[in-house]
């Protein structure tokens, strides 16, 4: 664990994401404290540097409950890549040695495997549910009106792209 300020922290990387992860069951923090945390965090300039903040915190439903906050310190309902950090923190530091965990997220419930190896959390599974592709479901502004968000024309750098726009928890815009 570092500490900034008397802030714990762990700093995870998943998939070419990389988080900062706070324990939220040992220590409380009131949501303006949260979204000052994410903004100071995770400036690469003059913080931590991360892609969002990860809370792990307690769940009255779940067997955990995760929370993000994005680098701007607004909330998301959920992160793949970030729930997955979550998972592995909460096995190696022994909040749980089960295997299948339940996740309470903005998103709702996430059901996590997890792969041990040598007492460590070697890999971890999600089940993501299905994506959402209508336009206010993600939301992309660019299709008002339309169906679902395949193959949208997005201009950038002068040149035309035709993109996908999906939500699964996190607005993503693909480009194939």
């Known amino acids: 664990m570092n500490k ?15 988080f ?6 040992s220590r409380h ?8 945390i994410a903004k100071a965090g995770c400036d ?3 913080g931590i540097g991360s892609d969002g903040t990860v809370l792990v915190c307690p769940s009255r439903t779940c067997d955990f409950r995760m929370r993000m906050f994005n680098p701007d ?8 890549n970030g729930i997955r950090v979550f998972a592995k923190f909460l096995y190696d ?21 997890l792969a041990e190896k040598n007492g460590r959390c ?20 660019g299709c008002a009106g ?13 040149r035309e792209f035709l993109v996908t726009c999906v939500n699964m928890g996190n607005p993503h815009c693909v480009v194939f």
């Open 146 to 158: 339309a169906e679902n968000v395949k193959q949208a024309p997005v201009m950038a750098c002068g």
């Open 44 to 46: 690469r300039h003059f």
């Open 73 to 80: 310190g607004t909330e998301a309902e959920m992160c793949g």
């Open 4 to 18: 900034t300020q008397g802030l714990e922290f762990v700093k995870m990387h998943g998939t070419g994401n990389d």
């Open 93 to 113: 530091r022994g909040f749980t040695a089960a295997k299948k965990i339940s996740v309470e997220t903005l998103a709702g419930v996430k059901y996590i495997e």
């Open 20 to 25: 900062i992860v706070i324990d939220c069951i």
């Open 29 to 36: 923090f009131s949501d303006e404290e949260h979204t000052k």
């Open 122 to 141: 070697a890999a971890v599974t999600v089940d993501m549910g299905a994506p959402r592709l209508l336009p206010e479901e993600i939301p992309f502004g």
